[in-house]
């Protein structure tokens, strides 16, 4: 069965950092580009990160905070957070991006992050 | 990286078509066939149920199409179910490997 599991939410200050990771099953996890959106709490969908094969891309709300990466070793996407601010609360879903097609066919089921003193 | 514009809210009986749009500009929506549609559930992660304007990926219904016309795709929905109700949100490819999504319309089954 092809799954995305996201782990490494929590609670954590303004400033502080968070890790998530996405591990992924039941697919070729290196071939796929993979992406992270987030959802802050009664709003919609907001791409935060991509990244290929090593190449990655970032909204401008993250670029310079949060690093997109991946292990392939370990069929593991990674979400490094720094200086983390109330507006990133938000659940953090990964994706698969469909091979070769523009959009995410695959979803993980999510994880928190809150961002509160 | 605006949102595109999309409806709060729509509704329709069973049985009954409803159609939700979705307005960008030629950075995005007009200038790329690679909008999609997605399905949300509350608490639940999204689906995907539409690419590339008006694919379907398998096990989505045909009861879903989609289309585009300049920077507006929309979203039709026929014959409508219960199981229908959700939050449906669209995204478009918007280059360089970066996406942008609408703000969620949610749909409602009366």
């Known amino acids: 069965e092809v799954q995305l599991l996201e782990s490494g939410g929590g609670l954590v200050q303004p400033g502080g950092s968070l890790t998530l990771s996405c591990a992924a099953s039941g697919f070729t996890f290196s071939v796929h580009g993979m992406i992270w959106v987030r959802q802050a709490p009664g709003k919609g969908l907001e791409w935060v990160s991509t990244i290929r094969t090593t190449a990655t891309y970032s909204a401008d709300s993250v670029k310079g905070r949060f690093t997109i990466s991946r292990d392939d070793s370990k069929n593991t996407l990674y979400l490094q957070m720094n200086s983390l601010r109330a507006e990133d609360t938000a659940v953090y879903f990964c994706a698969r991006r469909q091979f070769q097609v523009y959009s995410m066919d695959v979803w993980g089921q999510g994880t928190t992050v809150t961002v509160s003193s | 990286q605006s949102a595109l514009t999309q409806p709060r809210s729509v509704s329709g009986s069973p049985g009954q078509s409803v159609t939700i749009s979705c307005t960008g500009t030629?950075?995005?929506?007009?200038?790329?066939?690679?909008v999609s549609w997605y399905q949300q559930h509350p608490g639940k992660a999204p689906r995907l149920m539409i690419y590339?304007?008006?694919k379907r990926p398998s096990g989505v219904p045909d009861r879903f199409s989609g289309s585009k016309s300049g920077n507006t795709a929309s979203l039709t929905i026929s014959g409508l179910q219960a199981e229908d109700e959700a939050d449906y949100y669209c995204s478009s490819y918007a280059g360089s490997y970066t996406w942008v999504f609408g703000g969620g319309t949610k749909l409602t089954v009366l």
């Open positions: 030629s950075s995005d929506v007009g200038g790329y066939n690679y």
């Open positions: 590339d304007v008006s």
